[in-house]
């Protein structure tokens, strides 16, 4: 454990572990700004400028226009859960289509993303129910060895009266 001298000494460390975690989380951009966050992240988007926003999702769309028709598909079934991240790679993915002169939508079967969807919750509903039933078992475990203490103590009342 280290021991601090005073508390000036406490401060500067803090400050300096503070301040390389917020200067490793930006970016210098092309403007002399600084960016903060990594791609796509909302801080990104709140601090890069235009420029840096278009080249970014460029590149990711570009990422996809490089690939054939089913790989593109084939990534857009893993990304169903709605999640920001999965609605921007699905935008991106739709923009990529186009470019290549496909149907921006020639990937989407709602059906499918409904039932992985459903799925996964189904999943989440079964780790839930798993962790309660140890749970319950962690305090069935409990009530009965209190009762033995309970008994022990009663016992031990008994043998010295």
């Not at 406490?10 to 970016?27: D, E, M």
């Not at 039933?133 to 009530?143: L, N, Q, T």
């Amino acid at each position: 454990m280290l021991i601090f001298k005073n508390k000036k000494s406490l401060t500067v460390i803090i400050f300096i572990i503070i301040s390389n975690f917020f200067l490793s989380s930006c970016s210098k951009n092309s403007s002399g700004g600084y960016t903060w966050g990594v791609g796509g992240s909302p801080a990104f988007y709140a601090t890069a400028t235009d420029e840096e926003i278009n080249d970014y999702e460029n590149k990711n769309i570009y990422k996809y226009v490089e690939m054939e028709v089913y790989e593109i598909c084939s990534e857009w079934d893993t990304r169903y859960a709605l999640s920001r991240r999965d609605r921007m790679n699905r935008d991106w993915m739709s923009k990529a289509l186009v470019i290549k002169g496909e149907d921006p939508m020639a990937c989407r079967n709602s059906g499918l993303d409904a039932s992985r969807r459903a799925e996964d919750r189904a999943i989440e509903a079964e780790r839930k129910a798993k962790k309660a039933e140890a749970a319950a078992r962690a305090a069935d475990r409990r009530a009965r060895q209190l009762e033995q203490e309970e008994r022990n103590r009663k016992f031990n009342e008994f043998l010295n009266e």
